[in-house]
């Protein structure tokens, strides 16, 4: 066995090695698997977008909702036991895809009819909130298993510790509330980090609304990668001086 591998078993017995790579840490906690459940509520109009169903932990629940459920799964041995599983379901749809390169508007063109779910890999955990959040227009909810240290910068508001460039961007587009934190216990193989659910729920009307949203992306960038500098100065790059001497004195 690989240094990066840990066995496992599935459901039909079947071993399978966890993969590093791929930041696999299967949830098995049953009394955690129903506490999420509860707290995203699935119906059976509902339209559910699973990330990283991994072993199906989630899925089975989701499923037996009867809600239309897609899975995107980048571990092609898991996507083709899911597939195996859920092939008597008809509301369930596998995707053997990497969510990165995964574009939501091909599942529904209808603003706020996607619920998003799934237990993200913590080392691309940030990428993929971001790349959702290209397409928040049509998603109502979404319900995720993050690194508690992550979720503690996606609520943390100005002037305090863990308030940065991740939390200003994704509270521009969402609601944000720490739902609960989950022990490493209940993951196999067991994570080094404590894990919490997170809600993010995207503006139906945005509070203040940007001209440009990637725009403001690259502002927000350069004013916290060197936060010992003053705003004017960490902004230098790529705002003219003209508009600078506009800045308040304070900043």
Known sequence: MKPEEANVKLSNGLPYQARKRFGQNFLHDQIIIDKIVEQIEPKNNDHLVEIGPGQGALTKPLASSGAKLDCIELDRDLAKYLDEEFSQEESVSIFQQDVLKFDLSTLTSTEKSLRVIGNLPYNISTPVIFHLLKRHQLILDMVFMLQLEVVQRLVAKAGEKNYGRLGLMVQYFCEVEHLFNVPSSAFTPKPKVVSA??????????PIEAKDPECLQTVIRSAFNQRRKTLKNS???IISEKILKEFPNRC
């Open 197 to 206: 659910i997170v809600r993010l729920k995207p503006h139906s009307n945005f």
């Open 235 to 237: 902004l230098r790059a």
